[in-house]
T-cell receptor, first 117, second 111 residues
Framework: EAGVAQSPRYKIIEKRQSVAFWCNPISGHATLYWYQQILGQGPKLLIQFQNNGVVDDSQLPKDRFSAERLKGVDSTLKIQPAKLEDSAVYLC???????????????FGPGTRLLVL | AQSVTQLGSHVSVSEGALVLLRCNYSSSVPPYLFWYVQYPNQGLQLLLK??????LVKGINGFEAEFKKSETSFHLTKPSAHMRDAAEYFCAVKGAQKLVFGQGTRLTINP
């Protein structure tokens, strides 16, 4: 079974530029998550999709971050304009409801490492 | 709301020694608890999870964790460390809402 795919793996941009990350979840997984992991910290949830609907985006900085999951499969996370403090690893994860809504396991992709100069 | 505290941002043990990584949680509802491992430049991989069945949970790579409600703890252990265990370990809790991660513990193995 193929895992969660993410691209690009690395990205370097200057502040005020825009950037987009792509995620392809495990086939059949209805739930998709985007996390931000700042160096030395644990991942923090930015947004959660169930199929193509948003379940939780309470910690997404909506003035600069946006995400979409068209057709309930792939997802794109965009930052526009980027700030220095956005430097982090952006992790995508997916899960199936087979494990139950509370105990389901999230499977993570390798992440995209963003450096904002 | 839920939260996780991992005691010790860095733990160093000798190869063959006991590994003990500490995790305490706070949750307003019965929690589901997870341990994930992150190798350099990789995503997170699930080691084990507690979902209200047996309190002693066995995971991959010889790791196990014990849920202790009275102590609100979910410490991760492994009897004998291997060099390949060197990584970052994250404890996470899920109550009624999202998965919340601790700050992580970096495990170093000395030859």
């Amino acid at each position: 079974e193929a895992g969660v795919a993410q691209s690009p793996r690395y990205k370097i941009i200057e502040k005020r530029q825009s950037v987009a990350f792509w995620c392809n979840p495990i086939s059949g997984h209805a739930t998709l998550y985007w996390y931000q992991q700042i160096l030395g910290q644990g991942p923090k949830l930015l947004i959660q999709f169930q199929n193509n609907g948003v379940v939780d985006d309470s910690q997404l900085p909506k003035d600069r971050f946006s995400a979409e999951r068209l057709k309930g499969v792939d997802s794109t996370l965009k930052i526009q304009p980027a700030k220095l403090e956005d430097s982090a690893v952006y992790l995508c994860a997916s899960s199936s409801i087979a494990g139950g809504p509370l105990g389901e396991t999230q499977y993570f992709g390798p992440g995209t490492r963003l450096l904002v100069l | 709301a839920q939260s996780v505290t991992q005691l010790g941002s860095h733990v160093s043990v000798s190869e063959g020694a006991l590994v003990l990584l500490r995790c305490n949680y706070s949750s307003s509802v019965p929690p589901y608890l997870f341990w994930y491992v992150q190798y350099p430049n990789q995503g997170l991989q699930l080691l084990l999870k507690y979902t209200s069945a047996a309190t002693l949970v066995k995971g991959i790579n010889g790791f196990e964790a014990e849920f202790k409600k009275s102590e609100t703890s979910f410490h991760l252990t492994k009897p004998s460390a291997h060099m390949r265990d060197a990584a970052e370990y994250f404890c996470a809790v899920k109550g009624a809402q999202k998965l919340v991660f601790g700050q992580g513990t970096r495990l170093t193995i000395n030859p």
